[in-house]
């Protein structure tokens, strides 16, 4: 990379090395695509970077990778309720079936559900 001038900077061109403005999109004189080759240098730049960065931190501080590796796997999956998307949920617990199976028989509406939604008050 050259500059010429205040504002212009050359750039050779990677298909062709002929030197040609920073601001163009496309060479000239071989029609390469250099917006294209700017994008995958840069994605592949900031890759670096970043792998760097991780190589750095895990050297000062091996242990992180190791607690983000816990947090990952300890993200617990709520439901949502069907009818109103809500995660306001309560789990119904096998003695609350027994409970109202002992208080209804057979006809207690809770044995057959897993949660109830303290939202829209559904049982599902």
Same mark, same amino acid.
């Given at each position: 990379?050259?500059?010429?001038?205040a504002e212009m900077?050359?750039?050779?061109?990677?298909?062709?090395?002929?030197?040609?403005?920073?601001?163009?999109?496309?060479?000239?004189?071989?029609?390469f695509d250099l917006?294209?080759?700017?994008?995958?240098?840069?994605?592949?730049?900031?890759?670096?970077?970043?792998?760097?960065?991780?190589?750095?931190?895990?050297?000062? @501080?091996?242990?992180?990778?190791?607690?983000?590796?816990?947090?990952?796997?300890?993200?617990? @999956?709520?439901?949502?309720?069907?009818?109103?998307?809500?995660?306001?949920?309560?789990?119904?617990?096998?003695?609350?079936?027994?409970?109202?199976?002992?208080?209804?028989?057979?006809?207690?509406?809770k044995r057959k559900?897993?949660?109830?939604?303290?939202?829209?008050?559904?049982?599902?």
């Open positions: 990379m050259r500059k010429v001038g900077t050359l750039i050779q061109c990677p298909e062709c090395k002929l030197e040609i403005d920073d601001e163009k999109n496309i060479c000239e004189n071989c029609g917006l294209l080759y700017k994008q995958v240098y840069k994605k592949i730049y900031d890759e670096k970077i970043r792998q760097l960065n991780k190589s750095e931190m895990e050297k000062e @501080h091996p242990q992180i990778e190791y607690k983000t590796v816990i947090a990952q796997t300890n993200t617990v @999956h709520k439901p949502r309720c069907p009818y109103c998307n809500s995660e306001n949920l309560t789990r119904i617990t096998s003695f609350d079936r027994a409970v109202n199976i002992a208080m209804f028989g057979i006809l207690g509406n559900y897993q949660w109830h939604c303290n939202n829209c008050k559904t049982n599902w």
